[in-house]
């Protein structure tokens, strides 16, 4: 593959509703999409990657302006070095080819991504076979943020269950934690039922977070710091809902050392959080070793990053439902055909690469900046 161009492009998609965590309120989402033209045996090839930077650096260090920064200054030339040097680029080469630049792992997925979509339809493979996926739809699990009250969180829930959602997630935060989960258990029973605390706990409040015991939880997902493993393993050994950790898993490296610690039961693999989606994989190989739990976490991406996604999702140790909503979740008009809730399952596209591409008339109505980076 040798590389051509890459146009970075940045949307702005209203959300349906307003979505809060312990940690911000979104009411509109702006991904950064990668446009990768490349040539492939003489043939020119279009490969699509998506950013899950937020707007500002609150659920990592990693933001919007940051990322398209160093995608402009830095990533996409070094992709142009690379070749330039001789070297092959695919996909499996991306990133020893960025490796020198320090973090950044949300940008290094995106334009990983693109280069893998841009390699697997030239190849006529899709994203599914690529992985080794062993089902053609994925359960689909939604997320529901934090709301006014319990009486509005109680209808929330019930329209998502009378839409088919097969588990719920609800954000946590202190003071909004224990009642919530215990008003919506008491109204439905044994749904599987999960909390996200975006960590927003410390260790002191291990005697609240106790309470959720009694909940039958699925599992609590980060309630203390990103950066402190040895604290969630010391929560852990507290409580019998088990621990499942998102914000601290940043590599495959992470995922051993947090296992190996006993700091999580499941992991939430987030592809951009962890620098891509060969890194996930990873991830999901060193887990399913270990007898380790994952599922797929989302980042309210597009139809673009919701495809890569599922294809992920769709391999054999995702074992609990991911938050692989159905587009109409979050956007009333998705940049791409809208992904649709089936009988509880969202059905892997099986096409070449990502098996989708932004519609043009939408992407063109939706975009805010665009800029071409060439060699």
């Not at 609800?170 to 960590?199: C, H, M, S, T, Y």
Request: aromatic fraction near 6%; hydrophobic fraction near 45%; charged fraction near 20%.
């Amino acid at each position: 593959m040798r590389l051509l161009n890459v146009e970075l492009i940045t949307v702005r998609l209203p959300l349906v509703s307003p979505f809060t965590t312990s940690f911000s309120t979104q009411t509109e989402r702006t991904p950064l999409l990668i446009k990768l033209t490349a040539d492939v045996d003489g043939t020119e090839v279009v490969g699509w990657g998506e950013c899950v930077a937020l707007l500002d650096p609150l659920y990592s260090e990693e933001y919007l302006d940051g990322a398209r920064d160093v995608l402009r200054r830095y990533l996409v030339p070094l992709l142009y070095q690379w070749q330039d040097a001789g070297h092959t680029l695919t996909a499996e080469t991306v990133s020893h080819a960025l490796r020198h630049i320090v973090g950044h792992r949300m940008a290094k997925a995106a334009l990983e991504m693109a280069v893998l979509d841009a390699q697997l339809r030239a190849g006529n493979t899709s994203f599914a076979s690529y992985f080794g996926a062993t089902t053609a739809a994925v359960p689909s699990g939604v997320s529901v943020g934090i709301v006014p009250s319990i009486d509005h969180l109680l209808g929330t829930v019930g329209d998502y269950l009378d839409q088919g959602y097969v588990r719920i997630k609800l954000k946590i935060k202190p003071g909004w934690d224990v009642e919530p989960v215990r008003a919506v258990r008491e109204r439905f029973g044994d749904i599987p039922l999960q909390v996200d605390a975006n960590a927003a706990y410390t260790l002191v409040d291990a005697p609240l977070l106790r309470q959720l015991d009694a909940f039958e939880l699925l599992l609590i997902e980060q309630p203390l710091a990103e950066d402190d493993l040895r604290q969630h393993a010391l929560l852990a050994r507290q409580m019998t809902t088990p621990m499942c950790l998102d914000e601290s898993i940043v590599s495959a490296a992470a995922a051993a050392d947090a296992i190996a610690l006993g700091a999580a039961a499941v992991i939430n693999i987030k592809p951009g959080r962890v620098g891509g989606y060969l890194e996930a994989r990873r991830i999901h190989d060193i887990a399913a070793a270990n007898g380790i739990a994952v599922w797929c976490g989302g980042m309210l991406e597009t139809g673009l990053g919701r495809a890569a996604n599922a294809a992920l999702a769709g391999m054999p140790g995702f074992t609990l439902p991911g938050d692989i909503s159905a587009s109409d979740r979050f956007y009333r008009l998705d940049i791409t055909e809208p992904f649709v809730l089936d009988a509880g399952q969202i059905t892997i596209p099986s096409g070449p690469g990502l098996g989708v591409t932004p519609l043009p008339d939408v992407l063109k109505e939706v975009s805010v900046h665009a800029e071409t980076v060439t060699a």
